[in-house]
């Protein structure tokens, strides 16, 4: 191989690693979006309208599917670069409540907020009675099972390798 030969193979070697970090970030946040749809938000289940407390600190179970449903990723932008940044998050409005916790509810009109369950009807002016609501996180015990686990080492590995020189 020649020096010009070299330079051309090295050339194209870093351009094709450019793409490979937007690749690799894409295919994690999938990943972990997938996984937390489908696996943590699927470990307790009960039927829509029956009455379940989780454990503080339990991720919150699957009911009627709206807060799985509700999970997505962004793709990292279009750009080339040794690095690139995807994002997994959930777009229902209770997620970060169910998330991180600490704040109270109270009704958004009239004395009192309403519903039933197979328990009855429940009628309260702050939730919860006491003290801040606990934390029921879903996503970062997510993240936090994949490292440790190696899977997502894995995807990152699995979605890079295209570009690796």
Known sequence: MTIDEYIAWLEQSIARIDYGAAAAA???AEYLADRIANDMLRRTTHGSGVYHKAAPGAPPAYASGNLAKSTFWM?????RGLRATAYVGNSAKYANLLEFGGCVLTPTSGKVMHWTDSRGSWYHARLPASGQFPAHPFIQP??????DDGSLRQV??????????
């Open 26 to 28: 894409n295919a994690m």
């Open 75 to 79: 793709p990292a932008p279009a750009s």
């Open 142 to 147: 997510t993240v936090q099972e994949a490292i």
């Open 156 to 165: 990152f590995i699995d979605a890079f390798r295209p570009y690796d020189p």
